[in-house]
């Protein structure tokens, strides 16, 4: 007999499948993102000066000279495209996990 065990959401104190747990908590991601985004946003948009040896922890590829990057009040930074990206299903830092945006 297969047994399905519950999990207790902290956020909305629901008993949820532990099957099912990781899909809740992107819909509280999401959920969280639309909500946060009524905020300013707490990045600075630049043109990377000079190749790099430093990556993109979201694509993992190089920052090139005149490349747009976004640095992050955490001072993580990205390649402009794949945070905007990002920030569509999410409003952390995909690293640190801070908010990228102000209350």
């Keep these: 007999m297969f047994v399905i065990e519950k999990i207790r959401c902290e956020i909305c104190k629901q008993d949820i499948d532990t099957v099912l747990y990781e899909q809740h908590m992107i819909h509280?991601?999401?959920?969280?993102?639309?909500?946060?985004?009524?905020?300013?946003?707490?990045?600075?948009?630049?043109?990377?000066?000079?190749?790099?040896?430093?990556?993109?922890?979201?694509?993992?590829?190089?920052?090139?000279?005149?490349?747009?990057?976004?640095?992050?009040?955490?001072?993580?930074?990205?390649h402009d495209i794949c945070f905007s990206t990002w920030s569509n299903i999410s409003s952390i830092c995909p690293i640190c996990k801070k908010s990228v945006f102000t209350y």
């Design 28 to 78: 509280h991601d999401r959920y969280n993102a639309r909500e946060e985004k009524k905020g300013k946003p707490t990045y600075i948009k630049e043109k990377c000066k000079k190749d790099e040896n430093d990556e993109c922890k979201i694509c993992w590829g190089y920052f090139k000279k005149e490349e747009m990057l976004v640095l992050l009040k955490c001072t993580h930074k990205f």
